[in-house]
C-alpha cells in the first residue's frame, strides 16, 4: 500500500515485483492454474510474509496449484505437501530424501527436522559486552528517512529490521556506507558507484575506529566465465607455482604464468583461456559456447600434458573445493584459503566454476570468504555491512552463517546487517528497527536496543514478532 501510482517499476525490489505479480494473478480470479514461486519470502519482514502467505492461500483455495521454492519456515508451514532434495549441496546433492505431506515432516532427515523444532539455530549463552566505542548519526535524511538518529555499537553484531519500505536500506547504504566511506577514502574514493544515491546528515562519529568499511552484497563476483572460485579467493597463485615445480614443466621452460588462463603463454589462444567463446544474439541475452579449439579446457594441449598427482590444470580446476583440500594436504597456504571457502558452506563449488553460473547468495558467501581469508592476515579494523545475507539460504546454510560471524567478530570486526530472517535478528548484540511501516509510514527510528528490549515496544512490528523466537521475551 506504501507505493506510489508513478513509482518506475525499475525501483522496485524483487520482493515487492513478485507481490505486484501475485496481485494481478488474484485479480485475474483464474482457477486450475499452476503459480510457480522462487523463494517469495525473499526481502520480506515477518508481518508482510504472513500476509503473502494468505495471497497464497487464497490461490490455492480459488482450485489454483501453488509450487514455490522457499526455505522460510512459516512459508513452509502452510504446505500441504514437502518434496525435499539433498542430503548435500552441488554433486552431493539431487536426490529426493523426502516427499510427503506436512503432517509426515518429521521423517525429513534435515528441513522437517526444524520444521518440528528438533533442531534449532541456539541463542548465544551471552550477547557481547557494548563498550564506550559507537558509531553515531544524527541528521541522517535520504528518501523517506528523515531527521534520523542511530547508534551502532564498535566490535558488535548490529540489525537494522523492519517492514518493507521502512528505510533500512536507504539508511544503512545510501546514507552510512556512503558516509564513513568518503570519510575513510575521500570524496572522490574510487568504490563509490556513480548514479547511486548519497544521503545527507548532520553529524557522523565512530569512523575513527576503522580502518575500512566494505559492503559485501550479493552483486556477481564477475560477469565472464573467465571468474571462478578459485581466482577470487586469491589461491591459484598457488596451484600455478605447483605445477610450475613439475619436472616435465621445468624441461620444457615453463614458468607460473604458462598455467595462467588471463594471459598469453600456455593458454588456448581462440577463447583466450575463458574455456567458452561469447556468441552475440541479436534480440536475445549473449550465450557462451565452449570453446572449439580446447574444448572447454581452457589450456594448449601441451600444458595439458603437465600433471600432479595423475591430474592436469584442466582437471585440477574441475575438482570441488572439498576435492581440492584434501588433493593438497600438505600445501598450507592453498589449503587455508579453501578452507574459509569451506566454512561459508561452498565446499560444494568446483575451483573453475564459471562465476556466470553463481547464485547471489553464493557470490555474497564467496565474498565473505575472502574478507576472512584477508582479515586472518593483518588487523586492520573494519566495518562489514551485509545486506539480507540469509538470502537463499538454507537454516542449516544460516547456522553455519553465524558461526562465520562470530569469527568476523572475535577478530574485532564490527557487523551491520540489514535482515528480516528472525533466527538472524535473536542472534544481534543490538538491533535498529526502522519504521512503523513502508514508504511515508516509515524512515523513522522505531526502536533501538537489545532483541528483548526490542519484543517490549509496542510499536514495534519486529519486536511483536521477535517474541516467538525469544523464549523469555
Keep these: 500500500t506504501y507505493l506510489t501510482l508513478d513509482r518506475a517499476t525499475r525501483t522496485l525490489s524483487g520482493g515487492e515485483a513478485q507481490r505486484i505479480t501475485l496481485s494481478n494473478a488474484l ?34 483455495d480459488l482450485g489454483n496449484t501453488v509450487v514455490m521454492v522457499e526455505h522460510d519456515l512459516e512459508a513452509m508451514r502452510i504446505a500441504d505437501y514437502m518434496v525435499e532434495l539433498g542430503p548435500g549441496a552441488g554433486e552431493h546433492g539431487g536426490h529426493l530424501v523426502f516427499a510427503g505431506p506436512m503432517s509426515d515432516v518429521a521423517q525429513s532427515p534435515l528441513t522437517g527436522q526444524y520444521i518440528v523444532g528438533a533442531r534449532t539455530i541456539p541463542l548465544p549463552a551471552s550477547r557481547r559486552t557494548l563498550g564506550k566505542k559507537w558509531i553515531e548519526l544524527r541528521g541522517a535524511e535520504a528518501h523517506n528517512v528523515h531527521g534520523a538518529d542511530v547508534r551502532i555499537p564498535v566490535a558488535a553484531l548490529t540489525v537494522v529490521t523492519g517492514v518493507s519500505g521502512s528505510g533500512k536500506s536507504t539508511l544503512v547504504h545510501d546514507i552510512l556506507f556512503h558516509a ?36 559485501v552484497d550479493q552483486s556477481p563476483i564477475g560477469r565472464s566465465p573467465r571468474s571462478n572460485p578459485v581466482t ?55 550465450v557462451f559456447v565452449p570453446c572449439d579449439a580446447c574444448g572447454g579446457k581452457r589450456f594448449k594441449p601441451e600444458v595439458l600434458e603437465v600433471r600432479v598427482k595423475g591430474r592436469n590444470i584442466a582437471d585440477v580446476l574441475e575438482l570441488t573445493v572439498d576435492e581440492a583440500i584434501k588433493f593438497f594436504p600438505r600445501e598450507d597456504k592453498l ?7 569451506q566454512q561459508v558452506g561452498l565446499g560444494y563449488l568446483r ?29 586492520a579494523r573494519k566495518l562489514y555491512v551485509l545486506d539480507e545475507p540469509t538470502t537463499g539460504l538454507h537454516l542449516e546454510d544460516i547456522r553455519r552463517l553465524a558461526t562465520v560471524f562470530d569469527r568476523l567478530l572475535d577478530q574485532g570486526h564490527t557487523l551491520l546487517l540489514i535482515e528480516h530472517n528472525l533466527d538472524v535478528i535473536k542472534l544481534a ?17 522505531v526502536a533501538m536496543g537489545r532483541p528483548e528490549e526490542i519484543t517490549k515496544v509496542e510499536a514495534s512490528h519486529t519486536g511483536r514478532w521477535l517474541r516467538t523466537v525469544l523464549p523469555n521475551a
Design 429 to 445: 548484540d543490538w538491533i535498529v528497527d526502522m519504521g512503523p511501516d513502508g514508504g511515508d509510514g516509515g524512515g523513522r527510528v
Design 180 to 215: 564513513i566511506e568518503r570519510r575513510l577514502h575521500g570524496e572522490h574514493s574510487a568504490k563509490e558507484h556513480l548514479g547511486e544515491t548519497v544521503g545527507t546528515f548532520t553529524s557522523l562519529s565512530g569512523d575513527e575506529f576503522f580502518d575500512d568499511v566494505v559492503l
Design 232 to 286: 577470487y579467493v586469491k589461491a591459484y597463485d598457488e596451484v600455478r607455482q605447483l605445477f610450475a615445480q613439475v619436472p616435465l614443466a621445468k624441461t620444457r621452460g615453463y614458468g607460473p604464468g604458462h598455467f595462467s588462463f588471463n594471459v598469453a603463454g600456455g593458454r588456448c589462444e581462440q577463447c583466450e583461456g575463458a574455456g567458452a567463446n561469447e556468441v552475440e544474439m541479436v534480440f536475445m541475452a549473449d
Design 27 to 60: 485479480g485475474a480470479a483464474l482457477v486450475d492454474a499452476t503459480y510457480v514461486l522462487d523463494e517469495p519470502s525473499i526481502g520480506l519482514h515477518a508481518r508482510d510474509l504472513d500476509k503473502l502467505l494468505a495471497l497464497l492461500v487464497r490461490l490455492r
Design 335 to 341: 589449503a587455508q584459503a579453501l578452507w574459509h571457502v
Design 351 to 379: 575451483l573453475g566454476q564459471p562465476a556466470t553460473t553463481l547464485s547471489g547468495g553464493e557470490a555474497q558467501r564467496l565474498k565473505i570468504a575472502r574478507e576472512l581469508a584477508v582479515t586472518a592476515k593483518g588487523a
